[in-house]
């Protein structure tokens, strides 16, 4: 079992930065492939946007079109956690940003591949 819990949302100007954290609980956590996830606003939960993504050992990393060049994923597995580093932020990167966990996944970009899910933070990005 692992609980993933996110920080570091808020609101900023566009081009502005901000950096995600999720912690997660357990010894285990060095194990997991780590994603993150996006919903914009009035859009379900089951229509999450692939963010981001970094292997378990943090040797390869997975990003959208849309994010690919401004942010930046990392982990720190003796800390047990994964990092969203979000530059030059544009409006449409407004969204609840979640982390998510997976020991094991045919598709990395998707969605229902992850196993455990944070429970989110705002981002807000204002032109």
């Known amino acids: 079992q692992v609980q993933l819990v996110e920080s570091g949302g808020g609101s900023v100007q566009a081009g502005g930065s901000l950096r995600l954290s999720c912690a997660a609980s357990g010894r285990t956590f060095s194990s997991y492939h780590m994603g993150w996830f996006r919903q914009a606003p009035g859009k379900e939960r089951e229509f999450v946007e692939f963010?981001?993504?970094?292997?378990?050992?943090?040797?390869?990393?997975y990003y959208s079109d849309s994010v690919k060049g401004r942010f930046t994923i990392s982990r720190d597995n003796a800390k047990n956690t994964v990092y969203l580093q979000m530059n030059s932020l544009k409006p449409e990167d407004t969204a609840a940003y979640y982390c998510a966990a997976t020991k094991y996944y045919s598709d990395i970009y998707r969605s229902a591949d992850y196993e455990y899910w944070g429970q989110g933070t705002q981002v807000t990005v204002s032109s």
């Open positions: 963010v981001a993504a970094i292997s378990w050992s943090g040797i390869s990393t």
